[in-house]
C-alpha cells in the first residue's frame, strides 16, 4: 500500500524555524515529482514548492528564501525546512508524490501536519 507519512508540525514563535518530514512507503520517490502545499481554514491549497525527480526545485512566491524542499533517496523521504516563520504561514501542510504513467499517472498526497505560527 502506497503512503506518504508526515510528521514534524506544531506549534512555533514567529521567526522560528520547523522541519517537516514526509515518509513514503510503497513508492520510490526518486522517481517522482514530489510538492508541498498548505492550506489555511477558508482558503484554497496553495503550492508551497516543487522538488522535480531530477533535482530542480521551484517555490511560491511568499516562501522563497525562507523555505527550502530537499530530498533523501535513502531515506525515501522529503524534507520542508521552513525559517523565519510568520503567522501568515500557519496551515494544514500537505505533501504530494506525482509521476506520469499510463493514463492518468500516479498521484499520491499525505495526511497532512498542522503548522501554527504564534505571534
Known amino acids: 500500500q502506497v503512503q506518504l507519512v508526515e510528521s514534524g508540525g506544531g506549534l512555533v514563535q514567529a521567526g522560528g524555524s520547523l522541519r517537516l518530514s514526509c515518509a513514503a512507503y510503497?513508492?520510490?520517490?526518486?522517481?517522482?515529482?514530489l510538492g508541498w502545499y498548505r492550506q489555511a481554514p477558508g482558503e484554497q491549497r496553495e503550492l508551497v514548492g516543487t522538488?522535480?525527480?531530477?533535482?530542480?526545485?521551484n517555490y511560491g512566491g511568499s516562501v522563497k528564501g525562507r523555505f527550502t524542499i530537499s530530498r533523501d533517496n535513502a531515506k525515501n523521504t522529503v524534507y520542508l525546512q521552513m525559517n523565519s516563520l510568520q503567522p501568515e504561514d500557519t496551515a494544514r501542510y500537505y505533501c504530494?508524490?506525482?509521476?506520469?504513467?499510463?493514463?492518468?499517472?500516479?498521484?499520491?498526497w499525505g495526511q497532512g501536519t498542522q503548522v501554527t505560527v504564534s505571534s
Open positions: 510503497g513508492i520510490t520517490i526518486s522517481s517522482y515529482t
Open positions: 522538488f522535480s525527480s531530477g533535482g530542480s526545485t
Open positions: 504530494n508524490a506525482v509521476r506520469a504513467g499510463a493514463g492518468s499517472g500516479w498521484n499520491y
